[in-house]
T-cell receptor, first 113, second 117 residues
Framework: KQEVTQIPAALSVPEGENLVLNCSFT??????LQWFRQDPGKGLTSLLL?????REQTSGRLNASLDKSSGRSTLYIAASQPGDSATYLC????????????FGQGTTLQVKP | DAGVIQSPRHEVTEMGQEVTLRCKPI?????LFWYRQTMMRGLELLIYFNNNVPIDDSGMPEDRFSAKMPNASFSTLKIQPSEPRDSAVYFC???????????????FGPGTRLLVL
């Protein structure tokens, strides 16, 4: 059974810092991996999707890497801003072309002005 | 596109009552997912459909929960009878996979906050 761990659970940083959020998963036979953002009281917004054959994906100030063999992914946020404050969730996709995602508990980020 | 639409946004009911949650996926998407989020258990997949057919319902907690997708633009999640432990936020998500299953990015609705007293 796939288990997903995200470290740290919470993070508070001053504006402008570069951040790394970590995600580890126990079953390396994944189809892809997605990073989501969730604002308080809202639904999830997809940030990046990495296929299992890829090593990284970039979107603006966000960069996600994937090391499938070691069961790890990182989300790098450059030059953090107060608007980045949210919970970030990692979700590896179960192998077999099912679309099924297993979510971690998330990292809650607060960026202080 | 309006995105994934869920209704109601909030629901308060008494234990034993029937609850029906509704979801309209993004037009053209062929996979639909129902999730439940609680502080204790995080985000859990309950069931998902591909081309209106239920593919995996292993996450449905018990027989009190049922889900249907009568057509490509509508799905329901029903709880009967409801219990206080069903209190959670229920999300619907949809995605597009031209081949089969839901490979592509999942788009989430705003959720339904359910409180069972």
């Amino acid at each position: 059974k796939q288990e997903v761990t995200q470290i740290p659970a919470a993070l508070s940083v001053p504006e402008g810092e570069n951040l790394v959020l970590n995600c580890s998963f126990t079953d390396s036979a994944i189809y892809n991996l997605q990073w989501f953002r969730q604002d308080p009281g809202k639904g999830l917004t997809s940030l990046l999707l990495i296929q299992s054959s890829q090593r990284e994906q970039t979107s603006g100030r966000l960069n996600a890497s994937l090391d499938k063999s070691s069961g790890r992914s990182t989300l790098y946020i450059a030059a953090s801003q107060p608007g980045d404050s949210a919970t970030y969730l990692c979700a590896p996709g179960v192998s077999g072309n099912t679309g099924k995602l297993i979510f971690g508990q998330g990292t809650t980020l607060q960026v202080k002005p | 596109d309006a995105g994934v639409i869920q209704s109601p946004r909030h629901e308060v009911t008494e234990m034993g009552q029937e609850v029906t949650l509704r979801c309209k996926p993004i037009s053209g998407h062929n996979s639909l997912f129902w999730y439940r989020q609680t502080m204790m258990r995080g985000l859990e997949l309950l069931i998902y459909f591909n081309n209106n057919v239920p593919i995996d319902d292993s996450g449905m907690p018990e027989d009190r929960f049922s889900a249907k997708m009568p057509n490509a633009s509508f799905s329901t999640l029903k709880i009967q009878p409801s219990e206080p432990r069903d209190s959670a936020v229920y999300f619907c998500a949809s995605s597009l996979n031209p081949l089969a299953g839901g490979r592509e990015t999942q788009y989430f609705g705003p959720g339904t906050r359910l409180l069972v007293l």
